[in-house]
């Protein structure tokens, strides 16, 4: 894939918005290249953006034979940064790697950086969170408190000081909890917000 329509990344950047604001969408151009088969395009990557720039990690493709014919899926676990320019083309550069090989997780923007959540790889699903952040035109990976049990293919999002997390798989079986983070005790690690009936063989979604 060497283009990119950035709609998701406008989504996902974390940007306060109202119904009186304007936004426009724009098609630019490139993509990463800093491991092999990522630059045909991957699905399930953490995104967001951290000042000025744009940050992908991770995500999942089939790079050699497509799902429909029995292909196996790759996942990565490189971090990758662009500049917000005025120009139609983004300049990725690999800034960093996850600890592990990630998708199918969750990710949240804050004023800092971009909080990674959870996800799975080929040898299972994860409890891992991390915190990315850029110091010198590269990204420093700080460990927060693990998820209480693996999660992927969930959904979450930021409400004030929280952080909250949801549906998906918790430990290989639909979630039936949404976990809250307190952004000013981080160290105090994740807890139960409440309880909902798992609902089987459906995506999460979510809305603002």
Not at 50 to 61: E, K, S, V
Not at 84 to 91: Q, T, Y
Not at 106 to 119: A, D, F, P, Q, R
Not at 179 to 199: M, P, S, T
Request: with cysteine; charged share 20%; proline share 4%.
């Amino acid at each position: 894939m060497k283009g990119l329509l950035l709609l998701v990344f406008a989504l996902l950047m974390g940007i306060e918005s109202n119904a009186e604001e304007q936004f426009s969408v724009r098609r630019v151009y490139g993509f990463p290249a800093g491991e092999r088969g990522i630059e045909q395009g991957v699905s399930a990557c953490f995104a967001g953006a951290i000042g000025h720039r744009l940050l992908m990690a991770g995500g999942c493709n089939f790079p050699e034979v497509p799902a429909a014919d029995g292909g196996k899926k790759r996942f990565y676990r490189g971090i990758y940064a662009a500049r917000l320019i005025k120009d139609d083309s983004l300049n990725w550069k690999k800034v960093g790697e996850l600890p592990t090989e990630t998708a199918y997780g969750v990710s949240v923007t804050l004023e800092n950086g971009v909080v990674c959540i959870g996800g799975c790889n080929a040898s299972g699903a994860l409890r891992t969170v991390v915190h990315i952040r850029m110091e010198n035109e590269k990204a420093v990976i700080d460990a927060w408190p693990e998820l209480p049990c693996t999660m992927d293919n969930m959904t979450g999002c930021r409400v004030g000081r929280y952080i909250y997390v949801g549906g998906g798989n918790c430990d290989g079986i639909p979630g039936s909890r949404v976990l809250r983070l307190d952004l000013q005790n981080v160290k105090h690690g994740w807890f139960i917000a409440r309880h909902f009936r798992a609902i089987r063989g459906y995506n999460p979604c979510r809305a603002p």
